[in-house]
């Protein structure tokens, strides 16, 4: 099992891609709630020349509590990470935490559930952009 979900985009645009995968997101009431620009932080922190490299921190309440209920440390896996990066060929590339991989490690059966249906929706951002 892979510990993440990945798309190469048809879109070019690195903003439209972004604008995309977070209407997609929402769609699946996700909300985002964190969003780093690594290109800039690594340009101003350590003065490097990075890609176009964004971490979205995106979060479905429902799902959060409900996890959170069943196991109180599984914050250290929230929110779920969306990266946004054009990759190296110039293609719009998305990745985000697979959530059967992330849950199998805290070994709850409670979570497992859970888990698969963060993935649906997750699988189904994916899909929803292009």
Do not use: W
């Amino acid at each position: 099992m892979d510990y993440y979900l990945n798309k190469v985009l048809a879109e070019k645009n690195f903003d439209v891609a972004m604008d995309k995968v977070i209407h997609a997101l929402k769609g699946e009431g996700f909300g985002v709630l964190t969003q780093i620009d690594m290109q800039e932080t690594l340009s101003v922190k350590l003065d490097v020349d990075f890609k176009k490299y964004t971490i979205l921190g995106a979060c479905n309440p429902q799902f959060a509590y409900k996890a959170l209920q069943a196991e109180n440390k599984v914050g250290v896996f929230l929110p779920c990470n969306v990266v946004v990066e054009e990759n190296e060929r110039g293609a719009i590339e998305v990745t985000m935490i697979n959530p059967m991989d992330a849950m199998s490690a805290v070994n709850n059966k409670d979570l497992e559930a859970l888990a698969t249906d963060v993935q649906k929706k997750l699988s189904r951002v994916l899909e929803a952009v292009n």
